[in-house]
């Protein structure tokens, strides 16, 4: 039984989804430290460089040889600029489940390029990888990312209480902890039927490719 993802590349209309690169860390770095990134993930803050550096040389790599998940870079088509992020993780090779996460750059937001990206590796995992759940948990005030969940046909299955630690700005500026509710979603193969075409009529790219 298969238990490593392969070194994957996901095309749609706009985004390439690949592995990351060396030559992605100054971008990496940047998006990492968006206020809303800092927000609502546990990217340490301030994201440096260097920690970029060992997250896409290091980290990654031995995520996915261990078959605990997968990083991928998404980024445009056209200016091979990354965008963002889809991370997954905790996966179960026997249930053939996994938990995706994704960060989108700010200068990328609302171009849905999370529902894109998100769809194209749901996609794939449904398809190629013969996945039989997809599970994302998202911060209850969160609705960016509870929007691209419901966008991708994501069923929202129930409410994990005081399990996220979020980060707000005091009034000093810096960063304090909170503690808040995950929202559990989940994906099944079926549920993505039709969703493609309805996010083709919305403007947004239905094609999927990979190799």
Same mark, same amino acid.
């Given at each position: 039984?298969?238990?490593?993802?392969?070194?994957?590349?996901? @095309?749609?209309?706009?985004?390439?989804?690949?592995?990351?690169?060396?030559?992605?860390?100054?971008?990496?770095?940047?998006?990492? #430290?968006?206020?809303?990134?800092?927000? /609502?993930?546990?990217?340490?803050?301030? *994201?440096?460089?260097?920690?970029?550096? %060992? /997250?896409?040389?290091? *980290?990654?790599?031995?995520?996915?040889?261990? =078959?605990?998940?997968?990083?991928?870079?998404?980024?445009?088509?056209?200016?091979?600029?990354?965008?963002?992020?889809?991370?997954?993780? @905790?996966? $179960?090779?026997?249930?053939?489940?996994?938990?995706?996460?994704?960060?989108?750059?700010?200068?990328? %937001?609302?171009?849905?390029?999370?529902?894109?990206?998100?769809?194209?590796?749901?996609?794939?995992?449904?398809?190629?990888?013969?996945?039989?759940?997809?599970?994302?948990?998202? +911060?209850?005030? #969160?609705? +960016?990312?509870?929007?691209?969940?419901?966008?991708?046909?994501?069923?929202?299955?129930?409410?994990?209480? #005081? +399990?996220?630690?979020?980060?707000?700005?005091?009034? !000093?500026?810096? /960063?304090?902890?909170?503690?808040?509710?995950?929202?559990?979603?989940?994906?099944?193969?079926?549920?993505? $039927?039709?969703?493609? $075409?309805?996010?083709?009529? +919305? =403007? *947004?790219?239905?094609?999927? !490719?990979?190799?």
């Amino acid at each position: 039984m298969t238990t490593t993802f392969p070194d994957i590349s996901i @095309n749609t209309d706009r985004l390439v989804l690949r592995a990351l690169e060396e030559a992605d860390a100054p971008a990496l770095a940047e998006m990492m #430290n968006d206020e809303m990134v800092a927000a /609502w993930t546990a990217v340490p803050q301030p *994201y440096t460089e260097p920690a970029a550096h %060992r /997250w896409i040389t290091e *980290y990654a790599p031995t995520e996915r040889a261990a =078959g605990r998940g997968l990083d991928l870079a998404v980024t445009e088509f056209l200016t091979q600029r990354l965008v963002g992020i889809v991370q997954l993780s @905790n996966t $179960d090779w026997r249930v053939r489940s996994t938990e995706m996460s994704y960060i989108i750059a700010p200068w990328a %937001r609302g171009e849905g390029y999370a529902s894109e990206a998100a769809l194209a590796t749901a996609q794939w995992l449904f398809g190629d990888q013969k996945f039989e759940r997809l599970e994302l948990r998202t +911060a209850a005030d #969160n609705t +960016a990312s509870q929007q691209v969940a419901q966008k991708i046909g994501c069923i929202s299955e129930g409410v994990l209480r #005081n +399990a996220c630690i979020a980060r707000t700005r005091t009034e !000093d500026g810096s /960063w304090t902890e909170l503690r808040t509710d995950f929202i559990v979603w989940g994906l099944l193969p079926e549920d993505l $039927d039709g969703v493609a $075409d309805q996010m083709a009529e +919305a =403007g *947004y790219s239905s094609y999927t !490719d990979w190799s």
